[in-house]
């Protein structure tokens, strides 16, 4: 399922708590994004469309809330990055962040631990 980024937004604050109505998300973007309510309710839209969300009726407003985890988005998303950019290889994908400078000791240091538990089986 391809969810665009203004999309994921949204779906960001339903992840967070849902089920929420357009107006609720609007406010909870409302320190972030610039955006009118409307563009919320269209986003939504899209994503009921999609089949990421789903509407359930509240009296006169609807109620939205999250059809697919953020766990198996975030999944798929990294799958395909992985394989569009570095054919499905995480080596590489690390290679170009460290030959430009994009990592920190803190990265550094998260790596070298992940590599030592995927080592002693814990992964």
Same mark, same amino acid.
């Given at each position: ?7 994921? !937004? ?13 107006? /609720? !998300?609007? @406010? @909870?973007? $409302?320190? =972030? ?5 409307? #563009?919320?309710? #269209? ?10 969300? /789903? ?21 798929? /998303? ?6 569009? +950019? *570095?054919?499905? =290889? !995480?080596?590489?994908? !690390?290679?170009? *962040?460290?030959?430009?400078? &994009? ?5 550094? $240091? /998260? +790596?070298? &631990?992940? +590599? ?5 089986? &814990?992964?």
């Amino acid at each position: 399922m391809q969810i665009s980024e203004a999309e994921s !937004v949204v779906m960001d604050i339903l992840w967070a708590r849902s089920p929420l109505g357009a107006d /609720e !998300v609007a @406010a @909870a973007l $409302a320190d =972030r994004r610039d955006w009118q309510e409307a #563009t919320i309710k #269209t986003l939504l839209n899209r994503l009921l469309n999609k089949g990421a969300v /789903e509407a359930v009726r509240d009296g006169r407003r609807y109620l939205y809330s999250p059809k697919i985890r953020r766990e198996d988005w975030v999944l798929e /998303e990294s799958r395909g990055l992985l394989e569009r +950019l *570095f054919d499905g =290889r !995480v080596a590489p994908l !690390v290679a170009h *962040f460290s030959a430009h400078r &994009k990592l920190s000791r803190k990265d550094i $240091a /998260e +790596l070298r &631990k992940l +590599l030592e538990e995927i080592d002693d089986g &814990k992964q």
